[in-house]
């Protein structure tokens, strides 16, 4: 081996022992910002959710390296880590404590997903997360219901999860109970409630349906007929009435539907025409 081979394979090694004499260990972490648990906050104490319940959250909601993760009160940012390091998302932690903030971003490092994983320090009622595709939660209902509304103006089809906590009437699509508690899952639901006319290839195949919305059930009317088998979840939207059913995706006043009539199947455009 020359001289510069071995000079360069000498600072390879010294830089990876400088590397892993640095690296900080969860240990290392937890001794450098200690964490207590239910130590007082803004607005909730402290108590984090325990890994496996973690786990079963996020696979709840099916989520993928395609997703941005936001969790409101992240505390050690237990969350977002395991977002991206179980599941390959980018996660990002609002937490309001500074101590827990720092604690957050040694733990992300330790875990070796710092490049995924940001945890910011602020208020979780004047922060924007509107480019959230999953919300996670682990408030008190009363902190959920004040952000219900902010929840529900998000993009159709974001997953909104919360440990322990419901949000009232607004009532899950999916939940699951584990040993350290219940999880719940919400997918936020388009906003569909008016009155729609339907056209498709024929123009005596026009038809107009009224549909009333709460939350993400439905109910409704198609020329007096009532609907049958509605459903909506997230911007994919369900009815029948009659003969006629029809399966469709919403995108602001327009649905892009398929509607199958007396055995045919056409593609069809709805416009909202007037808002309830």
């Not at 696979?59 to 977002?80: C, E, F, H, Q, S």
């Not at 939207?237 to 045919?264: H, P, S, W, Y």
Request: net charge neutral; aromatic share 8%; proline share 4%.
């Amino acid at each position: 081996m020359n001289a510069v081979l071995r000079a360069s394979a000498l600072f390879l090694l010294l830089s990876f022992t400088v590397q892993l004499a640095d690296a900080r260990t969860r240990a290392d972490c937890e001794k450098e910002f200690p964490p207590r648990r239910g130590q007082a906050g803004k607005d909730v104490i402290w108590w984090p959710t325990q890994d496996g319940l973690v786990s079963r959250m996020l696979k709840m909601a099916k989520v993928t390296p395609n997703d941005l993760v936001y969790d409101l009160g992240a505390g050690d940012g237990r969350i977002a880590i395991t977002a991206a390091k179980q599941f390959g998302a980018r996660a990002i932690g609002i937490e309001y404590e500074e101590p827990l903030v720092l604690l957050g971003r040694c733990l992300a490092e330790a875990a070796g997903v710092a490049d995924r994983v940001e945890m910011k320090k602020g208020d979780i009622f004047q922060s924007d997360f509107s480019d959230a595709t999953v919300v996670t939660l682990y408030l008190l209902q009363e902190l959920n219901l004040r952000l219900r509304p902010t929840l529900l103006d998000m993009k159709p089809g974001t997953r909104v999860l919360s440990h322990d906590f419901t949000m009232d009437d607004w009532e899950p699509d999916d939940r699951v109970a584990a040993e350290f508690g219940e999880a719940y899952l919400w997918i936020v639901p388009a906003k569909v409630a008016g009155t729609w006319t339907f056209r498709g290839p024929r123009t005596d195949g026009e038809f107009t349906v009224n549909l009333e919305q709460t939350f993400q059930r439905l109910r409704g009317s198609a020329g007096g007929t009532p609907l049958e088998h509605t459903k909506l979840r997230g911007s994919q939207i369900e009815f029948a009435f009659g003969k006629t059913r029809v399966v469709g995706e919403v995108e602001n006043d327009r649905i892009q539907a398929t509607v199958t009539r007396d055995g045919k199947t056409s593609a069809y455009v709805g416009s909202r025409t007037a808002p309830l």
